[in-house]
């Protein structure tokens, strides 16, 4: 049996690439209304659940969108590492919104006048960005850069970090948490003036990653005074978490 006509091309599409929901595997959406919901809700602090975060001295505000529960993960891994680039529309829109939302808490800490705020991405490896063919850290750092000049605050882009080594077999535990720790570029040195900087992650887990991101900025004139994460695996603490179920 043979088919022709346009409709027979979409049959072949979905026979070749079947889509689905990477949150909750609905068929035939790029995403479902379900799984999209937890992208709107306003960015809220996340700091306190992790733990290499709470020895940071200052201490770095994160703001995270979602809780890395399983739809949240679901988007972020097929995005990252399934092909499914179609998906930082999604994620970068809420991107955009969440640095939006950030901007007045920034405000106070950044004196008028200051130069534009610097969005730092954290890398990511650079065997990952080669397989991705796509530098996904930067890309969300560009979704806050426009979220923050959305409410009139001049930020930029600063890709001042460049990713670490692996650790050195037999290194000792400080060994392995400066090996895997990202660098300062030269770049970070190119302004005498002081940026304040928000740093930008896809996740927070133990915040390893952004303790290390501050640590190899310190003595530059960029000076992280916030960071904002696609999602937490301790969840933004939304109010009190007393008298609940
Ligand atoms: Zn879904």
């Given at each position: 049996m043979t088919e022709s006509g346009p409709g027979a091309a979409v049959r072949l599409g979905r026979l070749v690439v079947p889509v689905e929901c990477p949150g909750c595997g609905a068929d035939d959406v790029r995403w479902c209304d379900e799984c999209e919901a937890p992208w709107w809700e306003p960015p809220l602090r996340?700091?306190?659940?992790?733990?290499?975060?709470?020895?940071?001295?200052?201490?770095?505000?994160?703001?995270?969108?979602?809780?890395?529960?399983g739809p949240v993960h679901g988007v972020i891994a097929a995005w990252k590492d399934?092909?499914?680039r179609d998906l930082g529309a999604l994620l970068g829109a809420a991107m955009r919104r969440a640095a939006a939302e950030v901007?007045?808490?920034?405000?106070s800490v950044v004196a008028p006048g200051a130069a534009p705020v610097a969005v730092v991405p954290c890398p990511a490896r650079a065997a990952h960005t080669r397989r991705r063919g796509a530098d996904l850290p930067r890309a969300l750092a560009e979704a806050a850069a426009a979220?923050?000049?959305?409410?009139?605050?001049?930020?930029?882009?600063?890709?001042?970090?460049?990713?670490?080594?692996?650790?050195?077999r037999g290194a000792g535990d400080r060994g392995r948490w400066r090996a895997g720790a990202p660098r300062a570029s030269r770049d970070a040195w190119v302004s005498r003036e002081a940026s304040a900087a928000l740093l930008v992650d896809d996740v927070v887990t133990t915040g390893a990653t952004l303790a290390r991101a501050a640590d190899a900025l310190a003595g530059t004139p960029i000076v992280p005074v916030g960071a904002l994460v696609l999602a937490s695996a301790q969840g933004p603490s939304r109010g009190p978490s007393v008298g609940r179920g």
């Open positions: 996340c700091e306190t659940g992790a733990p290499r975060l709470s020895a940071l001295d200052p201490p770095l505000p994160v703001w995270s969108i979602a809780e890395l529960d399934a092909g499914r901007a007045p808490a920034l405000a979220g923050l000049s959305d409410r009139g605050f001049p930020a930029a882009v600063r890709a001042v970090l460049v990713p670490g080594r692996g650790a050195s």
